[in-house]
């Protein structure tokens, strides 16, 4: 089967149609002159890095109706940038979905582009993230820094981070990193989060430069226990599977998140009974991938019985 259908690229091209000629050769441009420094910024901690790249090429006057012209070109162009990857099935069997929604996405947005949106999407056509599950996207280079794994200890949360982080080397290699996508939550859940896992081994099993697979929210908070315990699996999962955490602290958009869905959480913020930790949550691969291991004979077992 093609990677893009005819409905995707009939809608990638539609996108581009939108713009005059004017505007569209400087998305072209843009297209180019982006590639590099977008897939340079791509290792950096911050995820959007790659956007900003790409709105340096686009000007500085350039509009959402361009930036999502240049998802739509970089879209079209797919094809070969995920075959170069060579990736494994648990990603690419995921992309037909992905490729329905952001063409769907493309299609019905009009006005702003929502920032966190913009940067997802370019690092999703450039393929520096790649799908995990429905809900996850997964950052093919990421770093974690020793100054945070040894403040983490410093402040009282436990030198077993510590030496888990040296048994991974995890200073000097790449990880792979989660970000949920707000747009499409339907399988954040146990089984969606399962998977996610599973794909993140899948790929460490292909690239044996990954120190593992990561991860850093406030849904790793070790005081949703009691706060929003059907959130334990998050945090509780990967910990009995070999993961480690690192508290980073409070912060404003940790607030704004966790209180962003539920009431429970938002009233606890309001009152001050509760101020959400960022923590980062990482899994060596020496223990993801034997437990991927377990979870599919678990899983082949249940289909089977
Ligand atoms: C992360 C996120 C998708 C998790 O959503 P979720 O699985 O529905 O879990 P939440 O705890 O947020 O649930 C929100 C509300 O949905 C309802 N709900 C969720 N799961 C439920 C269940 N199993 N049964 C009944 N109600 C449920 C509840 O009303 C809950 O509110 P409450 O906490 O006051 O009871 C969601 O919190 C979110 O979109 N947050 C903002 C973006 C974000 O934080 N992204 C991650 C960045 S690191």
Known sequence: MDFLTHAHIEAFQAIRNRLNDVDRDRVDAASVEALDPARAAAHHWNFELPAHAADAALGSDATDDMRRAL???WALEMPERVAAENLPVEVTELYPWWLDRLSEFLIASEGGYDRDHWAKDVRLVLVLSVPGARSQILDLSSRVGPREVLRSALDGHGWGAVLAYLKAQGWRRIWLQNHTESRHTQDFNEAGWDRTWMTSAAICRTRPE????M???WFYDPQLETISPRLNYLRLNPLKGGAFMIHQGPGEIHSQRSGATS?????LIESGAYTPHSWLL???RSTLIPWAGQQAAELNRQAAA
Do not use: E, M, Q
Not at 210 to 213: D, F, H, I, K
């Open 282 to 284: 990482a899994w060596p």
């Open 71 to 73: 998802i739509a070109t």
């Open 215 to 217: 991860g850093a929210s």
């Open 210 to 213: 990954l120190a593992g697979t």
């Open 263 to 267: 009431p429970t959480r938002r009233g």
